[in-house]
């Protein structure tokens, strides 16, 4: 058992929504799902920081059990501060420094929320001379949709609640959770109290 959710939450947290044995469970399916769908020679695979760093960490160790060594490489991209909304525009905070000119180019995020930050990053890579671009992300809320994307790799998807945990996180906080939970607001100094 690797979930440990009976141990105590931080204020805030008003519900788990999925657990460390759930989350293992998707992360090993995507990976066999990426294994089966890219090929190994050109693969460079992308981690939008700092939200996926987590995922990005047990993706890549799975790959290497499906004999996929990819070159890897960061982006931090910001579409918000501190709150909860993104903003409209997308910002290159630290870029890559992959040459990723003909590969094959798998980015990682932790969530598809409007999709801006996808889909700015799709266009960056292609516009830096990718062959092809595909995307993972752990959560997807479709819901909140603005930009024209979706991810070709989905760990699950969730309804429109703000969430927190293996590595997404509020005011930088909660991003050691070992799972994802439910964020509520409603706790007395809860939004922007921290
Ligand atoms: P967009 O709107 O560009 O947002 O798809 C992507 C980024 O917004 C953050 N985000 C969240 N972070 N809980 C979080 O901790 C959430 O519910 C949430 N929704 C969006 C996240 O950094 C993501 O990469």
Known sequence: MRGPENVMHPHHILRV?????????????LVGEIGRTCAAGSLVLVG?????????????????????HPRIDFTLLQS????????GT?????????DVRGTEVVLVDDILDTGRTLHF?????????????KSCVLLDKPSRRVAPIS?????????DVFVVGYGLDYDSYY???????????????AAGGQ
């Open 80 to 87: 918000y501060g501190s709150g909860t909304e993104s903003s």
């Open 90 to 98: 997308v910002e290159i905070e630290r870029d890559i420094s992959v």
């Open 151 to 159: 991810a070709d790799f989905v760990g699950f998807t969730v309804e």
């Open 17 to 29: 929504l999925f657990t460390a044995d759930d989350i293992a469970g998707r992360v090993d399916a």
């Open 121 to 133: 990053a799709v266009e960056l890579m292609y516009a830096k001379g990718a062959r092809s671009v």
């Open 48 to 68: 939008i920081l700092r939200g996926s760093f987590i995922f990005f960490a047990d993706l890549v160790r799975g790959l290497f059990y499906h004999h996929l």
């Open 175 to 189: 991003r050691e959770l070992p799972y994802i939970a439910e964020l509520t607001f409603t706790h007395p100094g």
